[in-house]
T-cell receptor, first 111, second 115 residues
């Protein structure tokens, strides 16, 4: 089993739709969780950290479920500019400072 | 302020030649990471530097790969005797520290093509 798994997609949704991605991780001792966004031929950029209590930033909501070992990202009212690959990142198992990146989920928002 | 910068942006080389890639982290960031991303693939960890500690080289794919960092500033990734399979985007990232909650800031990457 891969350490961090994501559905590669693509998720193809119309503008205004709500879309959700999940990411599962294998190491229950993981401590920190992040969502990054990567546009085509660009570097990854932090979208949001994921906290145990869940957190929201505008149209984006991230949740952590430690019992089932997954994190989720919900995007409401999708915009064309949301089209990108969303990378799940997990860090801190056994005190490790090396993040583990998922392969990403591709989102395409169409008019 | 200035972000992470990398040079060159693009590099085309012939198989068997050596290449050197450069990363300038954000000022004051003690942690620096190198990753490789092949076309359509995820990020592959290569090496990690934290302050003056010995680097974690556990991700380097072969002894043709090496990296150095001068104090808490510039880092160079060297690939000797390049192979076509080395073609990828090489990304550098830095963070304030190595603490687990710290986020990483990425440079724009160097696109390496080995002919």
């Amino acid at each position: 089993r891969k350490e961090v798994e994501q559905d590669p997609g693509p998720f193809n949704v119309p503008e205004g739709a709500t879309v959700a991605f999940n990411c599962t991780y294998s190491n229950s001792a993981s401590q920190s969780f992040f969502w990054y966004r990567q546009d085509c031929r660009k570097e990854p950029k932090l979208l949001m950290s994921v906290y145990s209590s869940g957190n929201e930033d505008g149209r984006f909501t991230a949740q952590l479920n430690r019992a089932s070992q997954y994190i989720s990202l919900l995007i409401r009212d999708s915009k064309l500019s949301d089209s990108a690959t969303y990378l799940c990142v997990v860090k801190g198992a056994g005190g490790s400072y090396i993040p583990t990146f998922g392969r990403g989920t591709s989102l395409i928002v169409h008019p | 302020g200035a972000g992470v910068s990398q040079s060159p942006s693009n590099k085309v080389t012939e198989k068997g030649k050596d290449v050197e890639l450069r990363c300038d982290p954000i000022s004051g960031h003690t942690a620096l990471y190198w990753y490789r991303q092949r076309l359509g693939q995820g990020l592959e960890f290569l090496i990690y530097f934290q302050g003056n500690s010995a680097p974690d080289k556990s991700g380097l794919p072969s002894d043709r790969f090496s990296a150095e960092r001068t104090g808490e500033s510039v880092s160079t990734l060297t690939i000797q005797r390049t192979q076509q399979e080395d073609s990828a985007v090489y990304l550098c990232a830095s963070s304030t520290s190595a603490a687990v909650q710290e986020t990483q800031y990425f440079g724009p990457g160097t696109r390496l093509l080995v002919l």
